[in-house]
């Protein structure tokens, strides 16, 4: 009897103790996604703004201006990688699926902009252009209060995430971000367009 419980308790430590693999909906493959990693490994000493160049589109460093970043899947899991490399860490392969499956029906951005006083951030309103369709973000952030550049210049930058619906991998879209970088005067427009079938 004690032989058959002992039995027992090994399997289901030995069945407990495996991962079960989920099958996630990815936009990257397996090969995409080591592809990707070894960008991030192989560029892991540029800085943050050299290394996103490729996916981002800048106005111009200037009160209602800005730099957005399409946060393709691609560029997430290279960033990945290029923080693995810097930290000299292992990427856990998992996480990442559970990353990309998350983000697989989105367009985020990540947006910078510039003004001149520390709450603008909070007057920042975005869109998404198709063709003469608009959409409205599901998520947009900024921070409440802003961060000061030497030159006094406020910064804020924040997230904002569309939905993919009807919007194919080979469109052009812009990103039409409104606010008002200065407190008693008018609403500014920056409006970031991007090619899809153009960026990984």
Do not use: H
């Amino acid at each position: 009897m004690k032989k058959i419980f002992f039995l027992l308790l090994i399997f289901v430590i030995l069945t407990g103790c495996q991962k079960k693999k989920e099958n996630y909906n990815l936009p990257l493959s397996d090969k995409e996604i080591e592809e990707c990693l070894n960008f991030g490994k192989d560029n892991f000493s540029l800085s943050y703004t050299e290394f996103t160049e490729n996916w981002a589109v800048n106005l111009g460093y200037d009160y209602g201006k800005g730099r957005a970043i399409l946060i393709t899947p691609f560029l997430k899991v290279a960033l990945i990688g290029k923080k693995a490399a810097e930290n000299n860490e292992k990427v856990d392969i998992d996480m990442v699926e559970k990353i990309l499956a998350k983000e697989n029906d989105k367009i985020s951005f990540e947006v910078t902009l510039f003004g001149n006083y520390p709450q603008f951030g909070r007057t920042v309103n975005a869109k998404l252009k198709y063709k003469d369709k608009e959409f409205s973000p599901t998520y947009c952030f900024f921070p409440k209060f802003s961060q000061v550049a030497r030159d006094y210049t406020q910064i804020v930058t924040g997230k904002i995430v569309f939905p993919k619906d009807d919007i194919p991998d080979d469109a052009q879209i812009s990103l039409i971000v409104s606010f008002k970088p200065f407190e008693s005067e008018k609403e500014e427009t920056c409006t970031f367009d991007f090619d899809l079938k153009r960026l990984k």
